[in-house]
């Protein structure tokens, strides 16, 4: 199909009408608009990578920016822990509070989880109140979050 070639305005210029009424893109509000997307998208794997770590246990190694490597010095609940010092609170997991029958189960199947075992603890940079958020993993490289879930001792935080 023929584009309509409309009718130069009496007393127009060829200037006026060539680029009045052309087309143009916007080249630079279409990379501002790509790179905004992109940059949600990476922003949405990087919390699915904290969030949803029997998904995407590799990418939350990568996107750590501190490791530990310790013991495991007190428990203080089904989803905190501190390891060699460091309070750190899973951020993908979610228990009962240690006041209540099911806390205290989930206390009890953390303490007998990591007994005797080196945990290697990824910090995300995060902190909630004076407890920093990552993910650990035990010497076999089960993630401990995954494991409490699966055993439906907590669930998944949003």
Not at 88 to 103: H, K, M, V, Y
Not at 138 to 143: E, F, H, I, K, Q
């Amino acid at each position: 199909m023929k584009a309509e070639r409309r009718a130069k305005a009496p007393g127009a210029s060829d200037w006026t009408y060539r680029h009045h009424h052309r087309r143009e893109t916007d080249f630079g509000s279409i990379f501002v608009g790509g790179v905004v997307v992109l940059g949600l998208l990476g922003f949405g794997i990087f919390e699915a990578a904290e969030r949803l770590p029997e998904y995407f246990g590799p990418v939350v190694v990568a996107t750590s920016l501190r490791t530990i490597e310790g013991q495991v010095s007190h428990v203080r609940d089904g989803d905190t822990i501190e390891v060699e010092g460091v309070p750190i609170r899973f951020g993908s997991l979610d228990c009962a509070e240690r006041d209540t029958q099911e806390g205290q189960r989930a206390t009890a199947r953390m303490r007998s989880l990591i007994s005797g075992e080196t945990l290697t603890c990824h910090l995300n940079g995060r902190s909630s109140y004076d407890r920093k958020i990552g993910s650990c993993r035990l010497s076999d490289g089960r993630d401990l979050a995954v494991v409490m879930m699966a055993e439906g001792l907590c669930r998944r935080f949003w």
